[in-house]
Protein backbone atom coordinates (compact mmCIF):
# COMPACT_ATOMS: atom_id res chain seq x y z
CA UNK A 1 0.00 0.00 0.00
CA UNK A 2 1.13 3.51 -0.63
CA UNK A 3 1.95 5.33 2.25
CA UNK A 4 2.56 8.37 1.29
CA UNK A 5 0.66 10.56 -1.43
CA UNK A 6 2.13 11.82 -4.06
CA UNK A 7 1.90 16.02 -4.10
CA UNK A 8 2.24 18.21 -7.11
CA UNK A 9 2.09 21.88 -7.30
CA UNK A 10 1.04 24.22 -10.37
CA UNK A 11 2.06 27.72 -10.27
CA UNK A 12 -0.16 29.73 -13.07
CA UNK A 13 -3.07 27.90 -13.46
CA UNK A 14 -3.86 29.44 -17.08
CA UNK A 15 -4.00 27.31 -19.99
CA UNK A 16 -0.99 25.04 -19.95
CA UNK A 17 -1.33 25.02 -15.85
CA UNK A 18 -5.07 23.56 -16.18
CA UNK A 19 -3.94 21.23 -18.94
CA UNK A 20 -1.48 20.20 -17.14
CA UNK A 21 -3.73 19.49 -13.98
CA UNK A 22 -5.98 17.49 -16.76
CA UNK A 23 -3.66 15.59 -17.99
CA UNK A 24 -2.69 14.65 -14.15
CA UNK A 25 -6.27 13.88 -13.20
CA UNK A 26 -6.64 11.47 -16.42
CA UNK A 27 -3.43 9.91 -16.11
CA UNK A 28 -3.76 8.92 -12.56
CA UNK A 29 -0.09 10.36 -11.58
CA UNK A 30 -0.68 11.63 -8.48
CA UNK A 31 -2.69 12.34 -5.71
CA UNK A 32 -3.66 15.99 -4.52
CA UNK A 33 -2.93 18.74 -6.78
CA UNK A 34 -2.33 22.10 -5.33
CA UNK A 35 -3.44 25.31 -7.71
CA UNK A 36 -1.62 28.14 -7.20
CA UNK A 37 -3.07 31.55 -9.08
CA UNK A 38 -2.53 34.91 -9.19
CA UNK A 39 -6.01 35.72 -9.19
CA UNK A 40 -7.70 33.50 -6.47
CA UNK A 41 -10.92 33.26 -7.73
CA UNK A 42 -9.85 31.84 -10.91
CA UNK A 43 -8.06 29.00 -9.11
CA UNK A 44 -11.01 28.04 -6.84
CA UNK A 45 -12.72 28.11 -10.11
CA UNK A 46 -10.15 26.17 -11.98
CA UNK A 47 -10.20 23.66 -8.85
CA UNK A 48 -13.93 22.94 -8.82
CA UNK A 49 -14.40 22.52 -12.12
CA UNK A 50 -11.44 19.96 -12.28
CA UNK A 51 -12.84 18.45 -9.41
CA UNK A 52 -16.31 17.75 -11.25
CA UNK A 53 -15.11 15.31 -13.43
CA UNK A 54 -13.76 12.86 -10.50
CA UNK A 55 -16.73 10.49 -10.90
CA UNK A 56 -15.47 9.75 -14.68
CA UNK A 57 -11.35 9.00 -13.93
CA UNK A 58 -9.60 6.22 -12.93
CA UNK A 59 -8.53 6.98 -9.51
CA UNK A 60 -9.40 9.95 -7.04
CA UNK A 61 -7.14 13.12 -7.18
CA UNK A 62 -7.78 15.64 -4.77
CA UNK A 63 -7.65 19.12 -5.84
CA UNK A 64 -7.48 21.90 -4.11
CA UNK A 65 -5.97 25.87 -4.12
CA UNK A 66 -3.45 27.27 -1.97
CA UNK A 67 0.15 29.80 -2.24
CA UNK A 68 3.55 29.86 -2.50
CA UNK A 69 3.88 29.47 1.13
CA UNK A 70 1.63 25.88 1.08
CA UNK A 71 4.88 24.52 -1.07
CA UNK A 72 6.69 22.11 1.98
CA UNK A 73 5.77 19.00 1.40
CA UNK A 74 5.16 19.05 -2.07
CA UNK A 75 7.07 16.79 -4.17
CA UNK A 76 6.90 18.30 -7.65
CA UNK A 77 6.23 22.13 -8.35
CA UNK A 78 5.00 22.79 -11.98
CA UNK A 79 5.86 26.44 -13.36
CA UNK A 80 3.26 27.68 -15.90
CA UNK A 81 3.06 31.10 -14.64
CA UNK A 82 4.30 33.21 -17.94
CA UNK A 83 2.94 34.98 -21.26
CA UNK A 84 3.26 35.35 -24.70
CA UNK A 85 5.76 37.83 -26.76
CA UNK A 86 3.39 40.33 -28.34
CA UNK A 87 5.11 40.33 -31.40
CA UNK A 88 7.31 38.52 -33.51
CA UNK A 89 8.22 34.60 -32.60
CA UNK A 90 10.37 34.45 -30.18
CA UNK A 91 10.13 33.16 -26.66
CA UNK A 92 13.11 35.46 -25.66
CA UNK A 93 10.86 38.23 -25.78
CA UNK A 94 8.73 37.43 -22.95
CA UNK A 95 12.25 37.36 -20.74
CA UNK A 96 11.67 40.29 -18.24
CA UNK A 97 7.88 39.36 -17.63
CA UNK A 98 8.99 36.10 -16.50
CA UNK A 99 12.04 37.40 -14.54
CA UNK A 100 10.07 39.73 -12.57
CA UNK A 101 7.65 36.64 -12.30
CA UNK A 102 9.86 34.24 -10.76
CA UNK A 103 12.29 36.64 -8.63
CA UNK A 104 9.65 37.18 -6.36
CA UNK A 105 7.91 33.54 -6.37
CA UNK A 106 10.44 31.01 -6.29
CA UNK A 107 11.99 32.82 -2.84
CA UNK A 108 8.56 32.20 -1.56
CA UNK A 109 8.50 28.81 -2.57
CA UNK A 110 11.78 27.90 -0.61
CA UNK A 111 11.18 30.00 2.30
CA UNK A 112 8.19 26.89 2.41
CA UNK A 113 11.10 24.63 3.29
CA UNK A 114 10.19 22.94 -0.29
CA UNK A 115 12.94 20.26 -1.07
CA UNK A 116 11.17 18.49 -3.96
CA UNK A 117 11.54 19.07 -7.99
CA UNK A 118 10.88 22.20 -9.88
CA UNK A 119 9.64 21.73 -13.42
CA UNK A 120 8.98 25.04 -15.39
CA UNK A 121 7.16 24.67 -18.58
CA UNK A 122 7.15 28.67 -18.42
CA UNK A 123 9.12 30.53 -21.84
CA UNK A 124 11.79 31.08 -22.47
CA UNK A 125 12.29 27.60 -20.85
CA UNK A 126 15.47 26.94 -20.88
CA UNK A 127 16.33 30.19 -19.48
CA UNK A 128 13.66 30.02 -16.84
CA UNK A 129 15.44 26.93 -15.99
CA UNK A 130 18.87 28.46 -15.28
CA UNK A 131 17.17 31.25 -13.43
CA UNK A 132 15.05 29.00 -11.00
CA UNK A 133 18.17 26.85 -10.40
CA UNK A 134 19.59 29.99 -9.51
CA UNK A 135 17.25 31.33 -7.46
CA UNK A 136 16.49 28.52 -5.60
CA UNK A 137 19.60 27.48 -4.65
CA UNK A 138 18.90 23.80 -4.73
CA UNK A 139 20.85 21.12 -6.40
CA UNK A 140 20.83 20.94 -10.24
CA UNK A 141 19.18 17.44 -10.81
CA UNK A 142 16.17 19.21 -9.13
CA UNK A 143 15.81 21.74 -11.38
CA UNK A 144 14.35 20.74 -14.88
CA UNK A 145 12.69 22.33 -17.70
CA UNK A 146 10.49 20.94 -20.04
CA UNK A 147 12.92 21.81 -22.28
CA UNK A 148 12.71 20.08 -26.51
CA UNK A 149 10.60 17.46 -24.85
CA UNK A 150 7.48 18.93 -26.33
CA UNK A 151 9.69 19.46 -29.67
CA UNK A 152 10.83 15.44 -29.82
CA UNK A 153 7.52 14.87 -29.94
CA UNK A 154 6.48 17.31 -32.60
CA UNK A 155 9.43 15.49 -34.62
CA UNK A 156 8.39 12.33 -34.10
CA UNK A 157 4.72 13.21 -34.65
CA UNK A 158 5.29 15.07 -38.37
CA UNK A 159 7.88 12.23 -39.24
CA UNK A 160 4.77 9.70 -38.83
CA UNK A 161 2.87 11.62 -41.75
CA UNK A 162 5.54 10.00 -43.61
CA UNK A 163 6.22 6.50 -42.25
CA UNK A 164 3.93 4.26 -41.35
CA UNK A 165 4.34 3.58 -37.69
CA UNK A 166 3.06 5.30 -34.20
CA UNK A 167 5.12 8.28 -33.08
CA UNK A 168 6.07 6.08 -29.96
CA UNK A 169 8.10 3.55 -32.27
CA UNK A 170 10.44 6.41 -33.55
CA UNK A 171 13.14 7.32 -31.29
CA UNK A 172 15.27 10.75 -31.36
CA UNK A 173 15.19 14.11 -29.63
CA UNK A 174 15.59 17.78 -30.87
CA UNK A 175 17.91 19.43 -28.80
CA UNK A 176 19.38 23.08 -27.81
CA UNK A 177 16.55 25.78 -27.09
CA UNK A 178 13.67 25.28 -26.80
CA UNK A 179 13.00 28.10 -29.53
CA UNK A 180 14.51 29.23 -32.58
CA UNK A 181 17.99 27.55 -32.32
CA UNK A 182 16.45 23.94 -31.58
CA UNK A 183 17.70 21.37 -34.00
CA UNK A 184 16.77 17.62 -34.74
CA UNK A 185 19.46 15.04 -33.88
CA UNK A 186 19.22 13.69 -37.46
CA UNK A 187 22.79 11.10 -36.90
CA UNK A 188 20.68 9.82 -33.33
CA UNK A 189 16.77 9.16 -35.18
CA UNK A 190 15.77 5.87 -35.66
CA UNK A 191 12.81 4.07 -36.74
CA UNK A 192 12.57 0.77 -35.46
CA UNK A 193 16.13 0.67 -34.79
CA UNK A 194 17.09 1.84 -38.51
CA UNK A 195 18.86 5.22 -38.77
CA UNK A 196 16.35 7.49 -40.83
CA UNK A 197 19.20 8.40 -43.29
CA UNK A 198 19.93 5.07 -43.80
CA UNK A 199 15.55 4.04 -44.63
CA UNK A 200 15.86 7.28 -46.72
CA UNK A 201 18.98 5.98 -48.85
CA UNK A 202 17.56 2.54 -49.56
CA UNK A 203 14.10 3.17 -50.31
CA UNK A 204 14.33 6.13 -52.63
CA UNK A 205 11.35 5.62 -54.32
CA UNK A 206 9.20 4.99 -51.34
CA UNK A 207 10.65 7.86 -49.44
CA UNK A 208 12.59 9.85 -51.88
CA UNK A 209 9.72 13.07 -50.87
CA UNK A 210 10.61 13.44 -47.59
CA UNK A 211 12.89 16.39 -46.81
CA UNK A 212 14.26 16.45 -43.44
CA UNK A 213 15.22 20.12 -43.44
CA UNK A 214 11.92 20.93 -44.25
CA UNK A 215 10.22 18.18 -41.16
CA UNK A 216 13.07 20.07 -39.10
CA UNK A 217 11.45 23.67 -40.11
CA UNK A 218 8.27 22.31 -39.60
CA UNK A 219 8.97 20.87 -35.64
CA UNK A 220 10.57 24.18 -34.76
CA UNK A 221 7.53 26.11 -35.94
CA UNK A 222 4.59 23.93 -34.99
CA UNK A 223 4.07 26.19 -31.93
CA UNK A 224 3.48 29.24 -33.71
CA UNK A 225 1.62 27.76 -35.98
CA UNK A 226 -0.93 26.71 -33.39
CA UNK A 227 -0.42 29.84 -31.58
CA UNK A 228 -1.18 32.08 -34.87
CA UNK A 229 -4.48 30.05 -34.76
CA UNK A 230 -5.85 30.51 -31.13
CA UNK A 231 -3.36 32.19 -29.29
CA UNK A 232 -1.55 29.49 -26.72
CA UNK A 233 -0.52 26.31 -27.42
CA UNK A 234 -1.01 23.41 -24.02
CA UNK A 235 -2.57 20.05 -24.89
CA UNK A 236 0.92 18.88 -26.18
CA UNK A 237 2.90 20.67 -23.44
CA UNK A 238 0.35 19.61 -20.68
CA UNK A 239 0.87 15.74 -21.48
CA UNK A 240 4.35 16.86 -21.77
CA UNK A 241 4.48 17.77 -18.43
CA UNK A 242 2.19 15.15 -17.34
CA UNK A 243 5.15 12.50 -18.86
CA UNK A 244 7.85 14.14 -16.83
CA UNK A 245 6.04 14.07 -13.45
CA UNK A 246 5.19 10.76 -13.97
CA UNK A 247 9.07 9.63 -14.37
CA UNK A 248 9.72 11.51 -11.53
CA UNK A 249 6.92 9.92 -9.28
CA UNK A 250 7.47 6.69 -10.07
CA UNK A 251 11.25 6.94 -10.16
CA UNK A 252 10.93 5.89 -14.07
CA UNK A 253 13.86 6.45 -15.31
CA UNK A 254 12.72 7.26 -18.58
CA UNK A 255 15.15 9.39 -21.20
CA UNK A 256 13.58 12.62 -21.95
CA UNK A 257 14.48 15.32 -23.66
CA UNK A 258 14.37 18.06 -21.02
CA UNK A 259 15.85 21.31 -20.43
CA UNK A 260 18.88 20.78 -17.88
CA UNK A 261 21.46 22.90 -16.03
CA UNK A 262 24.50 21.88 -18.13
CA UNK A 263 28.11 21.45 -15.98
CA UNK A 264 30.52 20.36 -19.02
CA UNK A 265 28.40 18.33 -20.63
CA UNK A 266 28.08 18.82 -24.35
CA UNK A 267 30.76 20.99 -23.63
CA UNK A 268 28.64 23.93 -22.07
CA UNK A 269 28.27 25.63 -19.08
CA UNK A 270 26.57 28.23 -17.54
CA UNK A 271 23.30 27.68 -19.20
CA UNK A 272 20.06 25.17 -19.70
CA UNK A 273 19.45 23.56 -22.41
CA UNK A 274 17.45 20.50 -23.91
CA UNK A 275 19.25 17.69 -23.77
CA UNK A 276 18.11 13.90 -23.10
CA UNK A 277 18.34 12.88 -19.67
CA UNK A 278 17.31 10.27 -17.03
CA UNK A 279 14.75 11.32 -15.33
CA UNK A 280 13.54 10.03 -11.52
CA UNK A 281 12.55 10.20 -8.27
CA UNK A 282 15.46 12.92 -7.62
CA UNK A 283 14.87 14.37 -10.84
CA UNK A 284 17.49 14.54 -13.31
CA UNK A 285 19.70 11.51 -12.64
CA UNK A 286 22.14 11.86 -15.90
CA UNK A 287 22.55 13.64 -18.40
CA UNK A 288 23.08 11.25 -21.62
CA UNK A 289 25.45 12.71 -24.27
CA UNK A 290 25.29 12.01 -27.50
CA UNK A 291 28.07 11.20 -29.49
CA UNK A 292 27.33 14.43 -32.84
CA UNK A 293 28.41 14.87 -35.53
CA UNK A 294 30.42 18.06 -36.56
CA UNK A 295 27.41 19.78 -37.89
CA UNK A 296 25.32 18.82 -34.99
CA UNK A 297 28.21 20.23 -32.62
CA UNK A 298 27.96 23.57 -34.42
CA UNK A 299 23.88 23.76 -34.26
CA UNK A 300 24.58 22.53 -30.45
CA UNK A 301 26.89 25.24 -29.48
CA UNK A 302 25.07 28.06 -31.83
CA UNK A 303 21.67 27.11 -29.83
CA UNK A 304 23.75 27.35 -26.34
CA UNK A 305 25.27 30.52 -27.31
CA UNK A 306 21.29 31.85 -27.66
CA UNK A 307 20.41 30.71 -24.33
CA UNK A 308 23.48 32.16 -22.81
CA UNK A 309 23.03 35.84 -24.13
CA UNK A 310 19.25 35.52 -23.01
CA UNK A 311 20.76 34.54 -19.66
CA UNK A 312 23.55 37.27 -19.90
CA UNK A 313 20.45 39.74 -19.54
CA UNK A 314 19.39 38.85 -16.33
CA UNK A 315 21.15 39.69 -12.91
CA UNK A 316 21.60 36.06 -11.50
CA UNK A 317 24.61 36.55 -9.64
N1 LIG B 1 7.51 25.09 -22.78
C1 LIG B 1 6.56 25.01 -23.72
O1 LIG B 1 6.65 24.20 -24.63
C2 LIG B 1 5.37 25.89 -23.62
C3 LIG B 1 5.42 26.96 -22.77
N2 LIG B 1 4.36 27.81 -22.68
C4 LIG B 1 4.53 28.91 -21.74
O2 LIG B 1 3.75 28.65 -20.57
C5 LIG B 1 3.42 29.89 -19.96
C6 LIG B 1 1.92 29.94 -19.68
O3 LIG B 1 1.18 29.92 -20.89
P1 LIG B 1 -0.42 29.91 -20.85
O4 LIG B 1 -0.89 29.08 -19.74
O5 LIG B 1 -0.89 29.59 -22.21
O6 LIG B 1 -0.71 31.44 -20.54
P2 LIG B 1 -2.01 32.02 -19.82
O7 LIG B 1 -2.00 33.48 -20.12
O8 LIG B 1 -3.20 31.21 -20.15
O9 LIG B 1 -1.69 31.80 -18.29
C7 LIG B 1 -0.61 32.44 -17.68
C8 LIG B 1 -0.80 32.33 -16.20
O10 LIG B 1 0.31 33.01 -15.58
C9 LIG B 1 -0.21 33.75 -14.50
N3 LIG B 1 0.63 34.90 -14.18
C10 LIG B 1 0.96 35.92 -14.99
N4 LIG B 1 1.68 36.82 -14.30
C11 LIG B 1 1.82 36.34 -13.04
C12 LIG B 1 2.43 36.81 -11.85
N5 LIG B 1 3.05 37.99 -11.82
N6 LIG B 1 2.37 36.03 -10.77
C13 LIG B 1 1.73 34.86 -10.80
N7 LIG B 1 1.12 34.35 -11.88
C14 LIG B 1 1.15 35.11 -12.98
C15 LIG B 1 -1.57 34.22 -14.96
O11 LIG B 1 -2.39 34.56 -13.87
C16 LIG B 1 -2.08 32.99 -15.70
O12 LIG B 1 -2.73 32.10 -14.82
C17 LIG B 1 3.93 30.97 -20.92
O13 LIG B 1 5.21 31.37 -20.46
C18 LIG B 1 4.05 30.24 -22.24
O14 LIG B 1 4.97 30.86 -23.10
C19 LIG B 1 3.23 27.62 -23.39
C20 LIG B 1 3.11 26.55 -24.23
C21 LIG B 1 4.20 25.61 -24.44
C1 LIG C 1 4.40 28.21 -26.90
C2 LIG C 1 5.46 27.23 -27.05
O1 LIG C 1 6.56 27.39 -26.53
C3 LIG C 1 5.24 26.07 -27.86
O2 LIG C 1 4.11 25.63 -28.03
O3 LIG C 1 6.22 25.55 -28.41
Not at 53 to 58: A, C, K, N, R
Not at 83 to 101: A, F, M, N, Q, W
Request: hydrophobic share 40%; with cysteine.
Amino acid sequence: MRSKARKVAIAGVGNVGSSCAYSLINQSICDEIMLIGRTPDRAVAQALDLSHGMDFVQSRTRIYTGTYEDCTDMDVVILCAGGYPTEGKDRIGTLSLVYDIYKDMIPRIMNSGFQGIVLAAANPVDVVTYMVWKLSGLPRGQVIGTGTSIDSSRLKTLLCEHFPVDPRSVHGYVLGEHGESQFPAWSHVTIGGKPIRDILAQHPARFGHVKLEKIAEQTKNAGWEIFTRKGSTHYGIGNALAYITRSILNDEHRIIAVSAVLEQEYGQSGLAAGVPAIITRSGVKEIVELNLTPLEEQQMNFSCRTIRNAIEQLSLG
